[in-house]
């Protein structure tokens, strides 16, 4: 994924003490893409998620899920573990078992 995500020390007043930040990954994204204009939608949600180090799920439209099943296709094959970016599919009540 991301190889510099990177925090930063922050001033601090007093001696011999540092102040930092650094970034975690906050866990599985659950993406819900609608039916126009889905690879760009989908491209907005799954490449910062995956820079911060984290799993994806990603709701397809009902009406038009093929071209992110050509998207898992492609994930796939650029050797991403299993898991990483799941697609799934279904009507709108899919979305509660996320």
């Not at 925090?7 to 011999?16: A, C, R």
């Not at 994204?29 to 126009?36: D, E, K, L, S």
């Not at 009902?62 to 994930?75: G, M, N, R, T, V």
């Amino acid at each position: 994924m991301a190889d510099k995500i990177e925090g930063s020390t922050l001033p601090i007043d007093k001696q011999n003490m540092h102040v930092y930040t650094t970034h975690h990954p906050i866990g599985v994204v659950a993406a819900i893409v609608p039916w126009n204009a889905q690879m760009f939608l989908t491209a907005t949600k799954l490449a910062p998620a995956l820079a911060a180090g984290c799993s994806v799920i990603i709701k397809a439209s009902e009406i038009a899920p093929c071209s992110l099943f050509e998207l898992a296709k492609l994930i796939d094959q650029a050797g991403f573990p299993k898991g990483v970016v799941s697609i799934v599919t279904g009507i709108a009540i899919t979305v509660l078992s996320l």
